[in-house]
């Protein structure tokens, strides 16, 4: 079954509202949802919310009224099932859960545009606006006190893309009580389904707003899928167009009808059951770098509403798609695969390596936060360093130093609204927040295979991990994958030695119970080298129990839950002979059980130095400089002109406060009559309204003319002139507008088009604020400064 990718564009007729559910203290009462560019998006779980319940008011108009539920059984095919939750159709049916055919991304701006945007905050500014609201009084009809608020508003205009992929198949034609046989519209190769397309473009259509504040104007949008477009004319407008391809999937009877929706299809790899990996197998080890595109939701714990996500990606969530990139003369199984958890990634000389977690014996001075470590295997620290182990991600960067990692984090509040009471509710799932690795975060992890196999896993590769990876969580991009050399041969190793436990580890007692306990992992170690390993008596294990609990999502269960030997334990030992290359092995494939899940990773190495430093990295993200769009729009967008419109109010405010300027200075210190100040505004006012200077020039002329107005007047009205006439350049230079912009514009060379076409609206603002400030004085107060 092959993917087929449909672009779905979100052009906004309206400001637009969807909010994080906070505010700036001070500033703003409701803050829109931004990406990590900083500017506003729609997240997939609410595009996904607003297609699936216009496709369900689609599918009951097209069902019939004989009990068939043909529709509604494709709702189900596209967008999945949860029975245990009320109202689904699928609970009446004692149905098992059935995931989502469609999976959709956020809907964000064009890639060029927010890379442009990313590090321009005025362009970031520009794309919100703010609106103020009040609360009235139910019995007098007037505002209430201290209830005036002010929101956020995605402004009107903005266009914004989200793909959806799909398994492109074909149905199974209906034979049931339809009416007479159809013959369905031709279907490309690779291309959805046409019942599928006919209830998403009629779902598309049927949506007219979204997000918050529909009920008073906010949030009308125009969905539109391949083969509608909108100009600029018809946004003006506010015309949707028609979707050709909807009128012709309906004129071929499509929906009288339809087929039965193909059968779920397992993504994942088919397992071959052979026997464990050939004794002396020689492996090959690919380190793999990965960058989140999206938000990374690792289950750890659930805390009320709130879903907590863990610093790293298990080996579990990988295995299977490793295991689908692999091909050779013979099935690969787990018994001769092993993928590593993906933690954060730390660069150095020799590249990109994991960051793992902190060894529990190490203690930090000045209570964690300071730059010195201590192991406290051979004994506790100096009481006056008042050092303490302080949890985190590090990597040993030479025998006295660490490098310390914090891993970026996001959260998102979602929200599951009742159809009937148009808000949540606690009986639908109401309000939860998830937690996730931030995007643009850089993790590794290690696979390795049998060096027969072939890897198919390249640069540019996507992948698909943990929760909700249909609505815009879990996608993140192959940046490397390189081949490790394998280390070379070394003389036996005898004496004090360290095991880290760099991930948790399953270890098992002679009756197939959990065992986490150092003795657990001493003896593993003795059956493994076969040479004899015991516990070091000088120094003191430092050791934790790590409680690893699972979801089988294809049985709607959960799985059994695994104690384990918790990651950034410390167990000294006494090596007596151990061979270098089975320890090698050893810490390249791991110890324990379900090691091809990334379990039981560890390394063995000679005691540390005592005393060593520790530094802070900073968080392995990848977010470069600011970047010109390649190959900006032919006409001003709406974020910029938005952004000058801003930065030429804060100039004209600081005109209008401050001195006065050389290029108006007549104007400011020795201004006409409050009559002849208003007929200037109402002239230039008239003036940008018509984009026309002629009435000005003919006004300004006719001044002139009189004598006792151009007495009045006196050199202002020169300088009037060549502001708004003769010089137009002078006035950006007087706005201090002039020249380049880059913070303003996506790509340089754009200031003059923009300038040309916001000039009278420059010169209105100016004018007008000026002419303000004048008449708000007395004129005899005028002429005494004069």
């Known amino acids: 079954m092959t993917e087929h990718e449909i672009e779905i564009r979100l052009v906004f007729l309206s400001d637009w509202f969807i909010g994080t559910g906070s505010g700036r203290v001070g500033a703003v009462d409701a803050l829109v949802l931004r990406d990590e560019a900083g500017l506003p998006y729609v997240p997939a779980k609410t595009l996904t919310g607003i297609l699936r319940d216009a496709c369900e008011t689609v599918a009951d108009a097209f069902d019939t009224a004989d009990g068939d539920r043909v529709w509604n059984d494709w709702v189900t095919w596209i967008f999945g099932s949860q029975p245990s939750v009320t109202g689904d159709p699928a609970r009446h049916r004692s149905l098992p859960p059935q995931p989502a055919a469609l999976t959709l991304t956020d809907a964000r701006a064009d890639e060029d545009l927010r890379r442009a945007a990313r590090c321009r905050p005025a362009l970031q500014q520009a794309a919100v606006l703010l609106r103020p609201g009040v609360k009235l009084d139910q019995v007098s009809g007037t505002a209430e006190e201290d209830f005036l608020r002010l929101e956020e508003r995605a402004r009107r205009g903005t266009e914004l893309i989200a793909v959806a992929t799909a398994p492109a198949a074909t149905p199974t034609r209906s034979t049931g009580s339809r009416t007479a046989q159809a013959t369905p519209p031709p279907v490309e190769a690779g291309r959805l389904p046409a019942e599928a397309e006919l209830l998403l473009r009629a779902g598309a259509r049927l949506v007219e707003s979204l997000g918050g504040k529909r009920n008073r104007g906010a949030g009308r949008v125009a969905i539109l899928l391949p083969g509608v477009c909108m100009d600029s004319t018809a946004l003006a407008r506010e015309d949707v167009p028609d979707d ?26 088919r397992l071959a059951v052979t026997g464990p ?37 298990p080996g579990t969530m990988l295995l299977g798609q490793v295991l689908s990139r692999l091909s050779g003369p013979r099935p690969f199984t787990p018994a001769n695969v092993r993928v590593s958890n993906a933690e954060p990634a730390v660069q150095t000389q020799t590249g990109s390596v994991p960051a793992h977690r902190l060894p529990l014996s190490l203690m930090i001075s000045d209570k964690g936060g300071g730059d010195t470590v201590f192991d406290a295997t051979t004994g506790p620290p100096p009481p006056r360093e008042r050092a303490k182990h302080r949890p985190g991600y590090a990597v040993h960067d030479g025998d006295r130093t660490w490098k310390r990692v914090s891993l970026a984090r996001t959260s998102s509040v979602h929200a599951v609204i009742d159809d009937a009471q148009r808000r949540p509710t606690s009986e639908g799932g109401g309000v939860f927040c998830y937690e996730g690795i931030a995007p643009r975060t850089r993790l590794v992890f290690d696979v390795v295979i049998p060096a027969e196999a072939g890897f198919h896993l390249k640069a540019n590769d996507s992948l698909h991990v943990g929760r909700s990876v249909k609505d815009g969580f879990g996608h993140i991009r192959v940046v490397s994958v390189e081949s490790q050399s394998e280390p070379e041969g070394g003389a036996p190793r005898n004496g004090p030695h360290t095991v880290r436990v760099l991930s948790d580890t399953i270890l098992l007692d002679s009756s197939l119970r959990p065992d986490p306990t150092p003795d657990a992992l001493v003896s593993e170690l003795k059956s493994v080298l076969g040479t004899p390993v015991t516990p070091d008596p000088d120094r003191e294990a430092f050791t934790d129990v790590a409680r690893r609990d699972s979801f089988h999502s294809r049985w709607g269960t959960r799985s059994p839950t695994q104690l384990c030997l918790a990651a950034g334990s410390v167990v000294p030992v006494l090596l007596e002979n151990a061979d270098h290359n089975k320890l090698s092995a050893l810490e390249r494939e791991g110890i324990g059980e ?16 005592e005393k060593a430093k520790i530094r802070n990295l900073e968080t392995p993200r990848q977010d470069g400089p600011a970047e010109a769009v390649p190959q900006p729009p032919e006409h001003p967008h709406p974020w910029e002109l938005a952004a000058w419109r801003s930065a030429v109010a804060a100039a004209v405010a600081q005109i209008v406060t401050g001195d006065a300027p050389e290029e108006i200075r007549h104007l400011r210190k020795a201004p006409p009559s409050h009559a002849q100040l208003g007929s200037l505004r109402g002239q230039v006012l008239d003036a940008a309204a018509r984009r026309n200077g002629a009435a000005l020039s003919s006004w300004l002329d006719a001044t002139a003319a009189v004598a ?27 706005l201090k507008l002039a020249g380049a912009q880059p913070s303003l514009v996506l790509a340089e060379g754009r200031e003059d088009a923009i300038r040309d076409q916001l000039w009278w609206d420059a010169a209105a603002t100016l004018v007008v604020a000026l002419c303000n400030a004048i008449m708000q004085q007395p004129e005899q107060e005028n002429r005494d400064d004069a």
């Open 244 to 269: 050709p391809r909807l009128t012709e999937l309906l004129d071929s009877d499509t929906y009288r009808q339809p087929g039965v929706p193909p059968p779920t299809q397992d993504r994942g790899p």
């Open 277 to 313: 990996d050939s004794p002396g197998e020689r492996q090959v080890v690919h380190r793999v770098v990965v960058e989140a595109m999206e938000p990374l939701v690792i289950g750890d714990r659930t805390f009320a509403n709130v879903v907590t996500t863990r610093a790293f990606v």
């Open 594 to 609: 379900r090691t091809a899940e990334g379990f039981g990773r560890i390394q063995v190495v000679p005691p540390v130095p």
């Open 708 to 734: 006792r107005r151009s007495e009045q007047w006196g050199d202002a009205l020169p300088e009037v002139r060549a502001l708004l006439l003769d010089d137009r350049p002078r006035l950006w230079r007087l």
